[in-house]
């Protein structure tokens, strides 16, 4: 039918977006209390089409179409973990906003202003949650928040946002993302005022690769990841994990104190193949009174021995580290020579698994329950691990790589033979 339309009329259908979309991407008509909404909370899996209904609400706002809003909107903000993001996904992805307006409505992007300018004048604003800080001032009608669940520094980002929606009879807010058990997401869903819709990465087939559904679907189908990443539903923990999350947020803080000694720990992956395990990267440090603090995780999936080295000393050099823990089960000297290689100077103490997972991870769960473990912001992705880490380890059966290197640093700082000993550039 398309093609053998005028190409006018055919751009003109294909910009419909009430035509293509599915009811979970229009904008819902009451909250969940029955009134009107002032959050529309949008749950869905990894390519459910999450972003595409985001940048179709900003447009239909910032050009005052039905359903979307009676009038054009003049101040929108858009918000994403960071600016990058911002950038990346909101503005200038392939599902973002420049892309969903056709030629002539498409509003002028000016990066280093972080803004968008529709030629009705209607504006929208980028902002980081890495910065609550600076939406202090700006006042907005409307905002679309990109990924909540992964913010770092989710509720004083959101909290700072609501200040500034004060413009318009109804200022409003759409949130888009993938769930994950936070404190922040189980409020807005106990919200009257909240309305939410949900979708699967299936109900987004058409628009994806054959080949990835098919994959993604064997291999998490059914798992506890699968049903958060793919079907977008909030997971709890596991009754028998080690780790739970309401007091992994009773340990949350803002900021590492000063620390006595910090430390680097490696979870090398026996290969860098597609599929294969992540190298574990987490850095944690200890303070004067034998308190733990997590630093950071930059573990992550298919590192080559010389790329998580590089990461692994980056690390040392940006926390100004003590040493590097390395496991070497599965690489033995190996491990120690390639970090040489980046640089030799870097300390390494190696360190070999001789029990299991669960029973190494024991005594450092004893430290959480504790306090004695705190982190030092959100790291979402090592919370989920240990959160359904149990008895016979994750749910999906793999390995749970950074959990395996914070287990390394913990140990290291507060249980191991060297705990608690001074830096080692203090000496």
Request: proline share 7%; with cysteine; hydrophobic share 45%.
């Amino acid at each position: 039918m398309l093609a053998d339309l005028p190409e006018d009329e055919a751009a003109q259908l294909l910009a419909d977006w009430e035509l293509w979309a599915r009811p979970d991407q229009l904008p819902p008509q009451v909250a969940q209390g029955g009134a009107s909404w002032s959050t529309w909370l949008v749950l869905g899996g990894r390519g459910a089409g999450k972003t595409r209904a985001g940048a179709e609400w900003v447009r239909g706002l910032a050009l005052g179409r039905k359903p979307f809003a009676d009038r054009p909107v003049g101040r929108i903000a858009l918000v994403a973990e960071t600016m990058s993001d911002v950038r990346e996904v909101m503005v200038e992805g392939v599902s973002g906003v420049l892309a969903v307006h056709p030629p002539a409505e498409r509003p002028r992007w000016e990066p280093t202003r972080r803004r968008l300018e529709w030629p009705n004048g209607a504006v929208a604003q980028g902002f980081s949650a890495e910065d609550p800080e600076s939406l202090r001032g700006p006042q907005f009608s409307a905002a679309w928040l990109d990924e909540l669940a992964k913010w770092k520094r989710a509720e004083a980002t959101f909290d700072m946002l609501q200040f500034g929606l004060r413009l318009g009879e109804q200022p409003r807010q759409m949130v888009t993302t993938t769930p994950r058990p936070t404190a922040l997401l189980r409020r807005l869903l106990a919200d009257p005022a909240t309305a939410v819709t949900r979708a699967k990465t299936a109900d987004n087939a058409f628009h994806l690769a054959p080949t990835f559904l098919g994959q993604v679907l064997a291999r998490y189908g059914g798992t506890r990841l699968g049903r958060q990443e793919l079907d977008g539903e909030i997971i709890e923990d596991r009754p028998d994990a080690l780790f739970s999350r309401p007091a992994l947020e009773a340990l949350r803080e803002a900021a590492a104190p000063p620390l006595a000694r910090i430390c680097v720990a490696v979870d090398p992956p026996a290969s860098s193949r597609a599929g294969a395990d992540a190298c574990g990267l987490v850095c944690a440090g200890i303070d004067a009174a034998g308190v733990v603090h997590v630093l950071a995780d930059e573990s992550e999936r298919g590192l080559r021995p010389a790329q998580w080295a590089a990461r692994a000393v980056a690390l040392y050099a940006r926390f100004e580290a003590d040493l590097i823990v390395a496991e070497v089960n599965q690489g033995g000297e190996m491990v120690r020579a390639v970090i040489a290689e980046v640089n030799p100077a870097v300390p390494v103490e190696q360190v070999r698994a001789t029990r299991g997972k669960y029973l190494r991870a024991e005594p450092v769960a004893a430290l959480y329950e504790q306090g004695r473990v705190r982190h030092a912001g959100a790291f979402p992705a090592l919370e989920d691990e240990m959160c359904d880490f149990g008895t016979d380890g994750l749910s999906s059966g793999r390995s749970p790589d950074r959990l395996d290197a914070l287990v390394w640093a913990v140990t290291a700082l507060a249980l191991g033979p060297k705990a608690g000993a001074p830096r080692v550039r203090g000496l």
